[in-house]
């Protein structure tokens, strides 16, 4: 394998000229390349599924939304038992119905791009990744290579909202300061060409739609998907990442994943992907968890309630994840006339407003030398994996059974501050234990005005806590408590 080599290319104001790494169509050479550290400095992004999959908008409970066209292709029955979404399909639009027709009813005429940006800006989050298309081949943007390989029109610009939907958004995210992302299925289940001839899919459709993408909106993030039936060779991922990198308009910023490829997760690309799970532990690349409010990515009507994670589940999985490093990459699910549902709305405003306080303690942050701080008892096991099928962060801080041991602060950090996180009121006095006060070390807590009073005993801190408003025994407020200057990293 031929190793990344020199080139020299000049700034684009045209001043002095800087070297920069030219990588080659290799693993070795494209894996070299650092991710951007705008990334992990963000800790917080929105996904976004949306598409004609959010025309029928279902799913049983549990599974995802939009993947509604692969299990209605399975058949009234599935493994010798009926098949929920098929039966569902026939009963609400018929047999004969073709999943092609809900493009028409694919409209977006509630769509507001700029109170959609407003509402993502309020929420905290620093970036935004939006699916230009998913496994059904539906671009959101005027894509002629999508049309041209189904033989349909087959992009929103000639079909349903006849409006460039992604570039819309794009504009309106950028001008709240928030980088833009784009999802970007690389295979698609019924194209035409990828069924009969995949070399000349990834060749004639992929590469180039791909490209086109990039070059006409230049987004900071490209969450690639829909990899696994296929090697990255076949893909010809490596030339695909070497252009990205080398060539296009966006090589210096750009940030990319690792699923490009049967077997490239969590060893090629870019940074980690997990979802639906507890991310990842002890990693030094960069990663992120990705996971919709309920079950479902794509919005499902039959999802109640009870079925959604409540804003302050959603606040502690953030801090989870970041105070291991992780990035948090939080789903919403748009109504077919483009609506961002109230109840996800509600949940972006309630960590919206807990960042606006707090937000010190995880934008920027590395993790300390402990995530966490455990109080006695026996500690359950923090389980990770993709596609774990139960993470219940509050599992690990509410007591469930007679000694077991609960969550008493979370870390992070940032050079000589380190940031405890409390789920809930402490009591009068916080103890933070493995670490060494210097002599100069200041204590505060986010949010409240004025220094705390704290002492040290051998490797503990205790600190003062002020006394919360209403009554502490009820308090469910997540408090962070800075300790500037202290003695050890």
Known sequence: MKPAVLVFAALSVGLVARPQTRYQPTWQSVDSRPTPPWFTEARFGIFIHWGVYSVPAYAPVGQYAEWYWNALQKGPEEKGKPNPTWQ????????QFPYFEFAPMFRAE??????????????????????SKHHDGFALWPSTNASATWNRPWNAVETGPRRDLLGDLTAEVRKRGLRMGYYYSLYEWYNPLWLSDRPRYVSEHTHPQFKDLVTRYKPALIFSDGEWDMPGEDWKAPELLAWLFNESPVRGEVVVNDRWGKGSRHKHGG????EYTAGLEGVTNPWEESRGMGFSYGYNRAEQIGDYRSGRELILMLIDLASRGGNLLLDIGPTADGRIPVIMQDRLMEIGRWLKTNGEAIYGTQPWKRTRQWSAGEQPKLETGEFMTRYEITDYIERKQPGQAVIEAFFTARGKTLYAIVPGWPGPRLTIREVTASPGMKATQLGFAGDLK?????????????????DPARAQTVYVIRLAGVGDR
């Open 454 to 470: 704290w002492f040290a005993a051998g490797r503990e801190v205790t600190i003062e806590m002020p006394s919360p408003p209403g």
């Open 271 to 274: 940074y980690y992907t997990t």
């Open 88 to 95: 569902f399909h026939a009963r609400n639009y018929g047999e």
């Open 110 to 131: 509630m769509f507001d791009p700029a109170y959609w940006a407003e509402v993502f800006e309020k929420s905290g989050a620093k970036y935004v990744v939006l699916t």
